[in-house]
Nanobody, 127 residues
């Protein structure tokens, strides 16, 4: 059974940092894009970051560019999100995701571009 399990969320003050981890099991995702999304109360789930399988090239939503860093370790079948300079507006449930079939890169920025999802981890940034 394929599972993605996030960890590392918590409560942090504005300006602080958190590192989210997502470990996958059940299949390898070394040949597929992985990413992070977030969903705040009353909001739609939105794209945060993605990292390609072929080159490891990252991409970010403008709201987090320069503050967040996505990385992956294919030997561990894992993807990470380092979040620096956190702001209250970053408060959300963060979900990791993985592709199960190949797609052109456009879809790595969309919810429909991913086939497997973690259960989410809460990130709360206080002011």
């Amino acid at each position: 059974q394929v599972q993605l399990v996030e960890s590392g969320g918590g409560l942090v003050q504005a300006g602080g940092s958190l590192r989210l981890s997502c470990e996958a099991s059940g299949r390898t995702f070394s040949n597929y894009a992985m990413g992070w999304f977030r969903q705040a109360p009353g909001k739609e789930r939105e794209f945060v970051a993605t990292i390609s399988w072929s080159t490891g090239s990252p991409d970010y939503t403008p709201a987090v560019k320069g503050r967040f860093t996505i990385s992956r370790d294919n030997t561990k079948n894992a993807v990470y999100l380092l979040m620096n300079s956190l702001k209250p507006e970053d408060t959300a449930v963060y979900y990791c995701a993985a592709q199960g079939v190949w797609r052109i890169s456009y879809y790595s920025h969309t919810k429909d571009g991913y086939d497997y999802w973690g259960q989410g981890t809460q990130v709360t940034v206080s002011s």
